[in-house]
């Protein structure tokens, strides 16, 4: 894994650049752990070699896990970075093209890249934050006055 951070005038950019076998969310997860960033957009594009991703099942308060067990491209990775018990927390969705053309989304669970997966992680103001909703579990915006 390689990381740079940059500096502007709205504030951090984490550029992650994931390898070949990395897991993405542990390897986005611990960059902005490493780099303090509590509150940000995660924007990638690359490849999985497989993924498995999710779709919250409302009645059950789960994902339910649909593997994807085959060399796909990452078409649009984007999520967020909330702290959640003081800690930041990633949440991103994936729309993985196949091989056909088909597509296949949801909540990023797990994934092993290949060849690489190249993420901006941008900070936002702490007012635009996302914080944890308790009856969902689920991280939504707070915002301002909120």
Do not use: N
Not at 57 to 75: A, M
């Amino acid at each position: 894994m390689r990381v740079e951070e940059l500096h502007q005038p709205t504030g951090r950019v984490l550029v992650v650049v994931c390898d070949k076998g990395d897991e993405p969310v542990t390897t986005i997860g611990a960059a902005v752990r490493r780099h303090d960033l509590r509150a940000g957009r995660v924007t990638a594009v690359g490849g999985f070699q497989e993924a498995e991703i999710g779709w919250f099942d409302r009645e059950q308060g789960d994902y339910r896990h649909i593997p994807v067990r085959e060399q796909v491209e990452v078409l649009s990775l984007v999520g967020d970075v909330a702290a959640r018990d003081g800690e930041p927390t990633l949440h991103v969705h994936a729309v993985l093209g196949r091989r056909d053309g088909s597509t296949v989304g949801g909540h990023l669970l797990s994934a092993r890249v290949w060849p690489t997966l190249e993420v901006i992680v941008a900070e936002v103001a702490p007012e635009l934050a996302k914080r944890i909703d308790p009856a969902t579990g689920l991280a939504l915006i707070s915002g301002p006055g909120r």
